[in-house]
């Protein structure tokens, strides 16, 4: 039992090594790909094309003296970038590693659980500041949560319907022959900009908006602080996408066609930010309650109706042959 325990506990510590070294190149290929949209290089001064820039940055930024504000409450203000960050990678072990690591049968509703987490860390950065800017940023991330979580659990619950299953390893059985993106690409879109609204991203990025907030909930927050909050928001990146793989392009792991399809999706992130501007508060709300939640409850009725309609098929089958 207690070898059992060191091993996962182990297996757990290289992935949360990997997700962070797979963070701190992602900024650097976002930095590359804005780059290259704004017509410039990025990058390419710290080693060669700037394959360093991360850790210099990482280097730079724990070694800056951190400062909290005077009249802040420290202890919560210390806190919430860990709890943020420890959320943000506690959604990975969801992830079917087709091993015997880790084994969640009810993944979805695990994954729901640390996505709603998630939110009150940054309500919780925001009002410890006692900045009107920072509570500002984090009411607004409040109140967009709840406009857009509904349509995601709904899209969530219309899969659960389909494949009968809360496990994540069940999209790789369903979609051996044929992808989901293929007769749900509506739904795969509707899906995808709720990601974007997850992780506060262009052209949803209302908690985070510089124009009107100065930097939102994190303004702050500096070194080590800022440090956790921006590897937790692109930690999330990272597995919003492969999320994105394995509900709509089949999730075999082994091979590395998942992987390419994965950084697809990281680069529509990246490109997404540099194409868009950012979208209108209300018209956030208006999308998620007028256009997301209608479809995605016809889509759940949908299923219902599809399953229930295979169901009673199968009976009558039964009975008559």
Same mark, same amino acid.
């Given at each position: &039992? ?43 001064? =710290? ?19 951190? *400062? ?145 907030? =100065?930097?939102?909930?994190? =303004?702050?927050? &500096? ?16 597995? &919003? ?20 399809? &994965?950084?697809? *999706? ?56």
């Amino acid at each position: &039992m207690v070898f059992d325990f060191l091993i996962s506990f182990f297996c757990f510590f290289l992935l949360v090594i990997f997700i962070l070294v797979g963070v701190s190149f992602f900024t650097l290929f976002e930095r590359k790909v804005l780059g290259y949209v704004h017509l410039r290089k990025g990058p390419n001064k =710290v080693s060669f094309f700037g394959f360093l820039q991360p850790f210099s940055d990482a280097i730079k930024l724990f070694c800056k003296e951190n *400062f909290s504000p005077s009249f802040s409450n420290y202890l919560f203000y210390y806190f919430s970038p860990v709890f943020n960050l420890f959320f943000c990678l506690s959604v990975w072990v969801v992830i079917p590693y087709f091993s015997l690591m880790f084994g969640y049968g009810l993944g979805l509703v695990f994954l729901l659980c640390c996505l709603g987490f998630n939110v009150y860390s940054i309500m919780i950065a925001g009002w410890s500041s006692n900045s009107n800017y920072s509570l500002l940023g984090g009411l607004r991330s409040v109140a967009q949560t709840i406009s857009y979580e509904v349509s995601l659990f709904l899209i969530m619950l219309s899969f659960v319907v389909l494949i009968g299953n809360y496990c994540l390893i069940s999209f790789y059985y369903f979609q051996y022959y044929v992808w989901y993106i293929f007769f749900l690409f509506p739904l795969c879109l509707c899906l995808f900009s709720s990601f974007l609204a997850d992780v506060n991203r262009t052209p949803f990025d209302f908690a985070e908006g510089e124009s009107e907030l =100065v930097s939102g909930f994190n =303004v702050e927050y &500096m070194s080590g602080g800022f440090v956790l909050i921006f590897l937790g928001e692109y930690c999330v990146i990272l597995f &919003m996408s492969l999320l994105s793989v394995i509900f709509f392009f089949g999730c075999d792991l082994f091979s590395i066609s998942s992987f390419l399809k &994965m950084v697809f *999706f990281s680069f529509l992130f990246v490109w997404i930010r540099s194409s868009l501007p950012r979208f209108r508060y209300d018209k956030l709300m208006s999308l998620a309650w007028k256009c997301y939640l209608p479809l995605s409850l016809n889509y759940l009725i949908f299923f219902v109706g599809f399953k229930l309609f295979v169901i009673s098929l199968f009976i009558y089958c039964i009975i008559f042959s």
